[in-house]
């Protein structure tokens, strides 16, 4: 049974919340595929499945703090999958908002460990059983850039099957410029 736990992360107001500072208008999409291919070419035992609209997907972001966002997420997906299986990215529009889906088939989540997930230096016990490595502050940063840019973070995942991290943002309400 896949359990999923959202973050109310209006909720969740770090102490130096600050919106991101270089926000333009970007492809979300393309930024996914430059990011997607850097972390192939580092992870050559991962092979990563990209699905994506063929058409841009713009959203108002901060490029830097999304493209760390993703590396994150799929760093993560590595770190608690085996090497060889797929890491799947999955890119999803309406008019509103862009969403991100980061899908590994990894060890999964503990029910009970996913409300903790994005809590500052929170390691769930079955990756701190894992060596690898880490002190428990990249799904914080996630958490804290999505945030900043008024999206949300959802997780769903299932012991010993893998987990699912979903980022939505907001789209602008007209096109690129």
Same mark, same amino acid.
Request: aromatic share 4%.
């Given at each position: 049974?896949? @359990? !999923?736990?959202?973050? #109310? *992360? $209006? %909720? &969740?107001?770090?102490?130096?919340?600050?919106?991101?500072? @270089? !926000?333009?208008?970007? #492809? *979300? $999409? %393309? &930024?996914?595929?430059?990011?997607?291919?850097?972390?192939?070419?580092?992870?050559?035992?991962?092979?990563?499945?990209?699905?994506?609209?063929?058409?841009?997907?713009?959203?108002?972001?901060?490029?830097?703090?999304?493209?760390?966002?993703?590396?994150?997420?799929?760093?993560?997906?590595?770190?608690?999958?085996?090497?060889?299986?797929?890491?799947?990215?999955?890119?999803?529009?309406?008019?509103?908002?862009?969403?991100?889906?980061?899908?590994?088939?990894?060890?999964?989540?503990?029910?009970?460990?996913?409300?903790?997930?994005?809590?500052?230096?929170?390691?769930?016990?079955?990756?701190?059983?894992?060596?690898?490595?880490?002190?428990?502050?990249?799904?914080?940063?996630?958490?804290?850039?999505?945030?900043?840019?008024?999206?949300?973070?959802?997780?769903?995942?299932?012991?010993?099957?893998?987990?699912?991290?979903?980022?939505?943002?907001?789209?602008?309400?007209?096109?690129?410029?």
């Amino acid at each position: 049974v896949l @359990r !999923v736990a959202s973050l #109310d *992360l $209006a %909720a &969740l107001q770090p102490e130096s919340s600050q919106p991101p500072t @270089r !926000v333009q208008r970007i #492809d *979300l $999409a %393309a &930024l996914a595929e430059r990011t997607t291919r850097r972390f192939a070419a580092a992870c050559a035992d991962r092979p990563v499945d990209v699905s994506a609209p063929d058409d841009p997907l713009w959203v108002d972001a901060d490029a830097e703090l999304v493209r760390r966002a993703l590396d994150n997420l799929l760093d993560n997906a590595r770190k608690y999958s085996e090497a060889g299986r797929p890491i799947a990215l999955r890119l999803l529009a309406d008019a509103s908002s862009a969403t991100i889906e980061v899908v590994d088939r990894g060890i999964g989540i503990e029910a009970h460990d996913l409300a903790q997930l994005g809590t500052p230096f929170f390691r769930g016990e079955r990756s701190r059983a894992r060596s690898t490595g880490g002190v428990g502050l990249g799904l914080t940063l996630v958490r804290r850039i999505v945030e900043a840019h008024e999206g949300t973070l959802l997780f769903a995942s299932d012991p010993h099957r893998g987990t699912q991290v979903r980022v939505t943002l907001p789209r602008p309400h007209r096109g690129p410029g």
